[in-house]
């Protein structure tokens, strides 16, 4: 129905920076919000940003460091992260709430380390 492919992920040294994309194809017909998601060992996931109508929103920990935005005629959601820390490793997943429900993407390693 819905795919969301994930990419730009890898290893990156403390204070680096990384940009995630997810590219949303399929039965889209209407895209209403995006977020990014992570999820390291032993964690629960946790929401790392969301956009809705151009408006966004992040988690406490990642707020200055990180933006999300979206290309609207791609269907694309990016993450843009700097000043990277150790303790942002963990699986990047991408979500969309479109028309026929809510999809996830298949996830991403994301690994800070010197």
């Known amino acids: 129905q819905v795919q969301l492919v994930e990419s730009g992920g890898g290893l990156v040294q403390p204070g680096g920076s990384l940009t995630l994309s997810c590219a949303a194809s399929?039965?889209?017909?209407?895209?209403?919000?995006m977020s990014w998601h992570r999820q390291a060992p032993g964690k629960e996931r946790e929401l790392v940003a969301h956009?809705?109508?151009?408006?966004?929103n992040y988690a406490d920990s990642v707020q200055g460091r990180f933006t999300i935005s979206r290309n609207l005629a791609k269907d694309m959601v990016y993450l843009q992260m700097n000043n990277l820390k150790p303790e942002d490793t963990a699986v990047y997943y991408c979500?969309?709430?479109?028309?026929?429900?809510?999809?996830w993407g298949q996830g991403i390693q994301v690994t800070v380390a010197s």
């Open positions: 979500n969309a709430d479109v028309t026929l429900g809510n999809f």
């Open positions: 399929g039965k889209i017909f209407s895209i209403y919000a």
């Open positions: 956009i809705r109508d151009g408006s966004a």
